[in-house]
């Protein structure tokens, strides 16, 4: 069986952003989604409008988002569009809130923890998508790419719950509820004292859903409707969903893209884990931070459900 292919440059520029979908050689068509992060007010890691303007706006896109389950600045679509247009990306393109108008349920492949997926209502609307991901670490993940960007992203605030809860809440009612119940007596309930992965069936359970929701997502649209890209630059050890995330410790890598989100993220995590450390530039801190989480189960379980192969071949331009 041939190897997926995985492209990769090392100059992070709206014209090799460009050429990392061109490369792919699958014209967008019809309403173009552009899935990204818009980062939480505080935070400054999150994909730039000065980065990704000339592609989404080279392709007449929309970027898309769904709402949080945590308030914050994205928790609802009055401040989550606010948040998107105090940083930049309602001056490059339309900003959809895809859950702003309800949701709806796409089939799933491995029903162990989830009947469905839980996902936008505006998933609907669109014929295309580039999953465009910023690759860095993650509190719970271990590190989110395009199959956390897809799975998570891509869901409502009822479906993030859904996930997190490894299909024990279906509400964010019942969702805080169990989550408080986590909770030491004697401490102010609140997310801080709570623990979310107690909530979950196991953390490898956690990593499932993810990638069966990410799986549920390229199903819906179909094969082929889906590009995939990562861009690993400022590479801190958690998300763009942290308002103030560390320092990154390792510097820039670059954009790689496939039509293989299995094969993508698996490269990254290689990048990562193969990466020559020395003084100002350390793999480390994410090495630890993706291995602490077992996050590499999201990715095995990708490809045991037949999302996409782990095995690849890098092609650098």
Known sequence: MDKSKVYMTTEI?????????????????????????TGEP???????????????????????????????GRGDTQTHLQTAKDHGFTAIAPVDIMDADGEMTIPVRDTTYLQYNIVGDHLKNYDFMINLAHFKGHGMGGFGGVLKN???????????????????AQTMKDFYDLLWSTVPEG??????????????????????????????????????????????????????????????????????????????DQACVDLVFNHHDHEGDSAEALRERITSRHGIHTVEHAEKIGLGSREYEIIKL
């Open 13 to 37: 520029t709206p014209e090799s952003l460009v050429k990392m979908y061109e490369v792919l050689q699958t014209p967008a068509h019809g309403k173009v989604a552009v899935k990204i992060s």
């Open 42 to 72: 505080g935070g400054h890691n999150y994909l730039k409008p000065e980065l990704i303007g000339q592609l989404v706006q080279k392709l007449n896109a929309t970027i898309v988002e769904c709402n949080t389950i945590y308030g914050g």
């Open 150 to 168: 897809q799975a998570i992203g891509v869901s409502s605030p009822n479906g993030k719950c859904y996930q997190h809860s490894t299909g024990k």
């Open 187 to 264: 401490e102010s309930a609140g997310l801080a004292a709570a623990d979310w992965v107690g909530i979950t069936h196991s953390h490898d359970a956690f990593h499932e859903c993810m990638a069966n929701c990410a799986a549920a997502v390229e199903d819906y649209m179909g094969k082929g409707n889906i590009l995939y890209i990562n861009v690993m630059n400022n590479l801190s050890i958690d998300c763009d969903c942290n308002a103030c995330p560390p320092d990154p410790e390792m510097n820039d890598i670059g954009i790689l893209s496939s039509l293989d989100p299995v094969a993508l």
